[in-house]
């Protein structure tokens, strides 16, 4: 399994940022993807998730309504469209895959920082 991130960076309060999670490795579209972030001094929190059917998507309250994900079977990728980015949202953000009752599998992250 290999999941890599993209589309991190700096960018201002309000603004947007899409990421994206390239997989390989496995049969992606029998496998539920997920985003977590990891804040300074925090724990890593779920984010959001797309089920494997790709029919379900689950939010935290913190960005519920503001966060997308979505994912693309064709291509074996998934995004993440964030917008109306606060300081809050600062975090290294994962991508993670998991098929149901199986292990977690993990990519290496990408830091997304809002600062003005």
């Known amino acids: 399994v290999e999941l890599v991130e993209s589309g991190g960076g700096l960018v201002q309060p309000g603004r947007s940022l899409r990421l994206y999670c390239q997989a390989s490795g496995f049969a992606f579209i029998y496998y539920d993807m997920s985003w977590y972030r990891q804040a300074p001094g925090k724990e890593r929190e779920l984010v959001a998730v797309v089920s494997w059917a790709g029919g379900t998507t689950k939010y935290i309250e913190a960005v519920e309504g503001r966060f997308t994900i979505s994912r693309d079977n064709q291509r074996n990728r998934v995004l993440l469209q964030m917008n109306s980015l606060t300081p809050e949202d600062t975090a290294v953000y994962y991508c993670?895959?998991?098929?149901?009752?199986?292990?977690?599998?993990w990519g290496q992250g990408t830091q997304v920082t809002v600062s003005s």
């Open positions: 993670a895959a998991q098929r149901p009752g199986s292990t977690l599998h």
